[in-house]
C-alpha cells in the first residue's frame, strides 16, 4: 500500500473539483492506501466546521468525517490562506490540521504519488 | 516518464497537454472534458495526443446524462477506484490540466 | 536521506485568480520544508513558466500601488533571491509577443544572485522529466 498526497485549491462550492479530490481519497483509502489532503487558496473554506446542507451543493463533511475515522487519512489546510478568509482555528473541522506550505512540501517527500487537483 | 494527465475543461488546456511527450502518457477525462468522448465528431478526438491511452470517468459521464453503450472504442471506462490503480499501479507521475 | 524535485507548472495568467501565486508561495515554501523531514532530506522546486502563465513574468507590475497585493513580479523576485530554479519557455513568449528583455530576469536590486532562464520548451520537458512529482497551475 502507498501514500498519496492530493493538494487543492478549488473553492468548495461553485466547482466540483474538491468533490474529484475527497472521491478520489476516499476510493484510495477504502482500497488501503494512506491520504493527506492539502487544502490551500478557496480550498481552506472545506475547513471550516458545521456546512449547512443545501442541495444545490456538493456536502463532503460526512465523507470527510468517515475518512478522518479510518486513521489512513489527514486533511491539512493552509492556515494563512485561511486566516485570509476569516476562517478561525476555533471554526476548524474537528481533526481537520492547520499549517503553512511547507508541511505540504514534505508531504510530498514523503508521497509515492502526488496530484495537485486545480482550477480556482 | 509515464505521465497520467487529468483533463477537466472541454476547450482549454489542450495545447498544453499536445506537447507533453511520455514515454507511457494517458489521459484521463473527468469533468466538463468527458463530452469528448460522447462526441460523433471525430474531430473533437483530435484535440486529445494521438498517442495517449484514453479513459473516461463513468460518475462523470452518467452526471451529464451521457451513456457509456455510446462512447467511441478507444475510451476506457473508469471509476475512481480505477483511478487510485491508474495513479499508482500504470502511471508514475500525475498531472491536472 | 535524499533529493525530492518537484516542478512547478504554471500555465495560468496572473491576477483574474490567485493560481500563479499560490504556484510561486508553494515553490517557496520548499525551503522550510525540512523542519518537517529527517535530516538530509530536501525538497528541490523548479518554477516553470508555460503557455499563458508566460504573462506571469513580465516586469515592472504594479498591483500594490493599484490594489494592495503584492505582485506576481515581487514573487518571482522572492523565489530569485532563495535561489530557486525559474524557467520561462522561450517559444511562449515569442508566441505571446513578449520581448525577452521584459520579463523579470533577477533580483539584484535586493541582493539576489540568481537569474531566470528563458529556455526552449524541450529543456523544461527535460526537468518535468526529471522531477520526482509534477504541479500544474
Excluded at chain 1, 58 to 72: A, E, W
Excluded at chain 2, 3 to 16: A, N, P, T
Excluded at chain 2, 31 to 48: F, I, P, Q, R, T
Aim: net charge negative; charged share 25%; aromatic share 8%.
Amino acid at each position: 500500500m502507498g501514500k498519496l498526497t492530493i493538494g487543492s485549491f478549488s473553492s468548495p462550492s461553485g466547482t466540483m473539483s474538491l468533490d474529484f479530490a475527497i472521491k478520489l481519497a476516499e476510493a484510495a483509502v477504502n482500497k488501503g492506501h494512506t491520504v493527506d489532503l492539502w487544502l490551500s487558496g478557496n480550498a481552506t473554506v472545506l475547513g471550516n466546521r458545521d456546512h449547512k446542507h443545501f442541495k444545490d451543493y456538493s456536502h463532503l463533511q460526512k465523507t470527510i468525517k468517515i475518512l478522518l475515522d479510518s486513521g489512513r487519512f489527514q486533511m491539512t489546510i493552509c492556515e494563512a490562506c485561511a486566516d485570509a478568509r476569516g476562517c478561525k482555528k476555533d471554526n476548524t473541522l474537528q481533526g481537520c490540521r492547520r499549517a503553512s506550505m511547507d508541511w505540504y512540501l514534505a508531504s510530498c517527500f514523503n508521497a509515492d504519488r502526488v496530484i495537485l487537483v486545480g482550477d480556482n | 516518464m509515464k505521465l497520467c494527465v487529468f483533463m477537466s475543461e472541454y476547450r482549454s488546456g489542450y495545447d498544453i497537454v499536445k506537447r507533453l511527450e511520455a514515454e507511457k502518457l494517458g489521459i484521463v477525462l473527468v469533468g466538463n472534458s468527458v463530452y469528448h468522448a460522447a462526441s460523433d465528431n471525430k474531430a473533437e478526438h483530435c484535440m486529445l495526443p494521438e498517442n495517449a491511452e484514453l479513459y473516461v470517468l463513468a460518475e462523470d459521464l452518467e452526471c451529464r446524462g451521457i451513456e457509456t453503450a455510446k462512447l467511441a472504442s478507444e475510451f476506457r471506462v473508469v471509476t475512481y477506484p480505477d483511478i487510485v490503480d491508474l495513479i499508482f499501479d500504470e502511471y508514475e507521475k500525475s498531472v491536472w490540466i | 536521506m535524499g533529493i525530492k524535485k518537484i516542478a512547478f507548472v504554471i500555465r495560468s495568467m496572473p491576477y483574474k485568480t490567485e493560481v500563479s501565486k499560490l504556484a510561486i508561495a508553494h515553490a517557496i515554501a520548499s525551503q522550510t520544508a525540512e523542519i518537517y523531514l529527517e535530516n538530509g532530506e530536501i525538497v528541490e522546486p523548479v518554477l516553470c513558466f508555460i503557455g499563458d502563465g508566460v504573462f506571469n513574468c513580465i516586469k515592472n507590475q504594479h498591483s500594490m500601488k493599484h490594489y494592495g497585493v503584492t505582485s506576481i513580479e515581487q514573487h518571482i523576485k522572492n523565489a530569485l533571491l532563495l535561489d530557486l530554479k525559474v524557467m520561462i519557455c522561450k517559444e511562449d513568449l515569442n508566441k505571446s509577443g513578449i520581448r525577452e528583455d521584459a520579463v523579470v530576469m533577477d533580483a539584484a536590486e535586493m541582493g539576489g544572485e540568481s537569474r531566470s532562464i528563458i529556455a526552449p520548451y524541450q529543456d523544461i520537458q527535460k526537468e518535468m522529466n526529471s522531477a520526482d512529482h509534477l504541479m500544474f497551475f
